[in-house]
């Protein structure tokens, strides 16, 4: 018959002694406590290897810091393990192994990580993110493994953005945060996206258009700007953009190689715009002039508009955007953006058709065919109007008292599609 232990007292553990050699204590079923001359008592579990069939030992812990109950609790997972097949030891390292790698996988580790897979984003807006992310988040949770990452911490540090009135940059962060955890998820670094609902926290940002003038008001704000202290070709950038109907980061990044002055027309290509979509502009006689005027300063370099800092790197895209707040009448009523809002409202006035209109603005048509159907049919209509818009602009300058044209008497024909 086989001999049974008699489980021991948790008096008779915390009373053992060991005078001149470890001793050994037993509780049963595998589980033994070492007593060592220093007074410490450590709880192992001996086993036999579910494969090897050698006998081996697990440490437990020590106690009283882990006390005698639940050292057996452990000892009966550890006993249930063997008869399932697995070594405790191994299991054990197992988890710790991938504890460790959990530890490791901080936020901004895994960010980087997810950023690098970004191939397709235009290398702007993936610095845009970068950046945002860096200043934003990273400071306070940067170290956080992204398997910790909980929604309450990561309110916590988007709060205060949100009560200054930055909800469209709270806004941007939850989606970012939400991009980064669900590569984290699909890489398997993580089961599920603890960040999914974040965004329900906050309130909508408020959609606010860009501020922008009427077409009565272009005249005197040229003049203004003529009358500025701007750098000519600063003045120049924002006649270029006015005249192209461009938006102000396609305008102040155009480059030279893009400009086709036989065909006279303007190709930027699909990375540098919005939506990573080729738009092609046909030049007026206005804009051949500025073209004219720039290869006296920029011809020999690479961009039309180069930094003043870097000549061999595109001017700023705010470069427009500082000119128009220097002149204090239009601080804060006009923005570089909303000189294409003075062309869209001219030209759908005067009777241009809704459908040019929008491929000069290079707006998205979700049909696709439509969409090629326009590019072709369109560009030599767009020529018309980019000439006719030009005209206005010119006419503008030349007169800057331009009240009452609502009134004008407009002999233009309708302009359909």
Excluded at 147 to 167: D, F, H, R, Y
Excluded at 189 to 202: A, C, D, S, V
Excluded at 235 to 255: C, D, F, N, Y
Aim: proline fraction near 5%; include cysteine; aromatic fraction near 8%.
């Amino acid at each position: 018959m086989a001999k049974t232990t008699k489980p021991l007292t948790d008096l008779e553990l915390k009373r053992a002694k060991a005078d001149t050699k470890t001793i050994t204590l037993f509780d049963g079923n595998g589980l033994e406590y070492r007593i060592y001359k220093t007074g410490k008592k450590v709880g192992y579990f001996n086993y036999k290897h579910p494969i090897t069939n050698k006998r081996q030992n697990i440490k437990i812990g020590e106690y009283p810091v882990i006390p005698l109950a639940e050292a057996r609790q452990i000892r009966d997972e550890y006993r249930a393990l063997v008869q399932k097949g697995i070594c405790p030891k191994e299991f054990k390292n197992q988890v710790l192994d991938k504890q460790r790698e959990m530890e490791s996988n901080t936020l901004e580790k895994v960010a980087f990580e997810f950023w690098q897979t970004c191939t397709e984003v235009k290398e702007q807006t993936l610095l845009d993110t970068k950046r945002s992310v860096e200043n934003h988040i990273f400071p306070k949770l940067g170290q956080v493994p992204i398997s910790k990452l909980t929604p309450p911490c990561v309110i916590k540090v988007l709060n205060p953005l949100a009560q200054k009135g930055s909800l469209e940059t709270v806004k941007r962060l939850c989606q970012r945060l939400n991009a980064i955890m669900k590569y984290a998820q699909n890489t398997g670094l993580i089961e599920r996206n603890n960040l999914e609902n974040i965004r329900e926290m906050f309130p909508n940002p408020k959609v606010t258009n860009m501020p922008s003038i009427g077409p009565e008001l272009l005249a005197d704000f040229l003049h203004e700007l003529q009358l500025s202290s701007c750098k000519r070709i600063t003045k120049l950038l924002v006649a270029w953009q006015l005249h192209t109907i461009t938006r102000p980061r396609e305008a102040s990044g155009a480059s030279w190689h893009e400009i086709d002055f036989e065909k006279r027309i303007w190709t930027i290509p699909e990375e540098r715009m919005k939506r990573n979509k080729e738009h092609v502009i046909p030049l007026s006689n206005s804009a051949m002039k500025i073209l004219e005027s720039l290869q006296q300063i920029s011809g020999h370099r690479q961009y039309l508009f180069p930094g003043d800092r870097n000549p061999n790197s595109p001017c700023n895209s705010q470069t427009a955007n500082a000119a128009i707040k220097r002149i204090s009448t239009y601080k804060g009523v006009l923005c570089a953006h909303g000189l294409r809002s003075v062309a869209s409202t001219h030209l759908n006035d005067i009777g241009w058709g809704k459908d040019i209109v929008e491929a000069a603005l290079s707006h998205m048509d979700k049909d696709e065919v439509r969409r090629a159907y326009n590019r072709g049919t369109y560009l030599r209509k767009r020529a018309e109007m980019m000439e006719e818009w030009s005209q206005f602009v010119d006419d503008c300058a030349n007169d800057h008292s331009m009240k009452g044209y609502e009134d004008k008497e407009v002999s233009y024909a309708h302009k359909g599609a």
